[in-house]
């Protein structure tokens, strides 16, 4: 594919089938129990039981506390933890270190401005997510299918790998990535019947897109 992709807030086992089957990179399980996607770890690990060695298993936590951590690392089966709330670098930093686990740090952008945010993770994490600001009020960080301007990442230099999220379909999957020039990316609502509800079809039509896209 031109793009890895990674599908988040899984929760069932077809789904999961679809986005292995299909040639996703990168599978997501959240732990946030405010989140219509949420699972727990024990689940996670049920869901994960059947993804290849090659496709990262990604558990996405907000703001998370050490007991949850050992609760999810010790019993989810996960190659990387995707951090989506306010965590600092130096959190991040005490994260990856007690817990052995690569680490994404989510940036959360309503302006160009924000972009440069990321510099202070890149020393410490070993990947960074560019998503959407959430609204004003929003009980969650993420899986709100909102869309930044994406036109604020062109030409970005990290010093780490990183993926675009937020309001991705298969239909804006790419003009997004040429506007980003994003090599990963990131999707969860778009790819649902309703929240929280994913469907194998929107999976199978997005991995497709990303497929069609021309290499760079």
């Known amino acids: 594919m031109a793009v890895d992709v990674k599908i988040c807030g899984l929760s069932d086992e ?3 089938a679809a986005a292995v089957e299909g040639g ?17 770890p024990a689940r996670a690990r049920a869901l994960a039981r059947d993804v290849p060695t090659g496709v990262t298993r990604v558990g996405l936590v907000v703001d998370p506390g050490d007991d949850q951590l050992v609760d999810i690392v010790g019993n ?10 306010a965590e ?8 990856r270190k007690r817990f052995g686990l690569k680490v994404m740090k989510v940036v ?10 990321a510099r202070a993770y890149e020393a410490v994490c070993d990947r960074l997510m560019f998503d ?8 969650r960080p993420g899986g709100n299918a909102r869309a930044f301007d994406w036109a604020v990442l062109a ?6 790998p990183w993926l675009l999220a ?14 980003s020039g994003a090599k990963a990316v990131d999707v969860s609502s778009g790819v649902e019947d309703r929240p929280g509800v994913k469907s194998v079809l929107k999976i199978k039509q997005f991995l497709q897109a990303a497929a069609a896209l021309p290499e760079p």
């Open 132 to 139: 959407a600001m959430p609204p004003r009020g929003a009980d």
């Open 88 to 95: 600092t670098p130096a959190r991040a930093a005490e994260i």
């Open 108 to 117: 959360a952008i309503a302006e160009a401005a924000d972009v440069a945010k």
């Open 155 to 160: 030409g970005l230099r990290t010093r780490l």
């Open 24 to 40: 996703a990179k990168l599978v997501g399980f959240v732990f946030f129990p405010k989140s219509p996607r949420h699972v727990t």
């Open 166 to 179: 937020g309001g991705l379909t298969a239909q804006n999957l790419g003009v997004a990535v040429r506007l």
């Open 76 to 85: 989810a089966s996960l190659d990387m933890l995707q951090l989506h709330g």
């Open 14 to 16: 077809a789904a999961v």
